[in-house]
């Protein structure tokens, strides 16, 4: 028979599992239930148990990263895609991901931002390819389709020079909006004017 400690210790678990298969989506239901059995067996601490789950995490999103490629049917062709952290203390990063982000807003582009802070596996892969270990970067096309854009600064400098649009242009990019031509940045994005 079961006694009132024996039914705690089952609630318990449940609500561990749960908030664990919550907090690790991408990880198969199975392989949490398994990892937690070697917690409760004493074989695994909790610490073990969240790195476990955290490198499976990756694992799982990496497949689908590597898997993930552009529909050929979207109008705009490939999207512009800026991989940033929002889990830094370097002001110096956040600035940066900052003025990317509002610089492509004003210049009206087609682009979407990926949060790289929790995936290891996803960084190393992204600066294997950019051959650059600074956050942000800029790629073209999403997953495998992906081609390196630049980096912070030789964006901004793109931009500075006005050939923003054929530089993206150059890797797969097609600008949805077809009246925008060329916008130069006199110093600052609060300033932006149109280039004749």
């Known amino acids: 028979m079961e006694g009132p400690n024996a039914r705690r210790k089952q ?14 989506p991408k990880v198969p239901p199975a392989k949490v239930k398994e990892v937690l059995d070697k917690h409760w067996a004493g074989k695994l601490d909790m ?5 476990v789950l955290a490198d499976e995490q990756n694992v799982h999103a990496s497949k689908e990263f590597s898997e993930t490629k552009e529909d050929p049917k979207t109008k705009s062709g490939k999207k512009i895609v ?12 956040r600035y940066k991901c900052n003025r990317l982000r509002l610089s492509f807003t004003c ?18 892969k992204l600066v294997q390819d950019a ?11 999403l997953g495998v389709d992906g081609k390196f854009a630049g980096t912070y600064d030789e964006l901004i400098a793109v931009i500075d020079e006005g ?34």
């Open 11 to 24: 609630i318990h678990q449940d609500d561990t599992r749960r908030e664990l298969e919550r907090v690790y």
């Open 47 to 51: 610490g073990a148990v969240m790195k």
């Open 82 to 93: 800026l991989y940033v952290t929002n889990q830094t203390g370097d002001r110096h990063v």
């Open 107 to 124: 210049l009206r582009l087609d682009w979407e931002e990926v949060d790289i802070a929790g995936n290891r596996w996803l960084r190393q």
């Open 131 to 141: 051959k650059v270990d600074e956050i942000p970067l800029v790629f073209v096309g």
């Open 163 to 196: 050939k923003i649009y054929e530089h993206f242009r150059s890797l797969g990019y097609k600008h949805p909006h077809k009246k925008c031509k060329h916008y130069i940045f006199s110093g600052d994005t609060s300033r932006i004017k149109v280039a004749e």
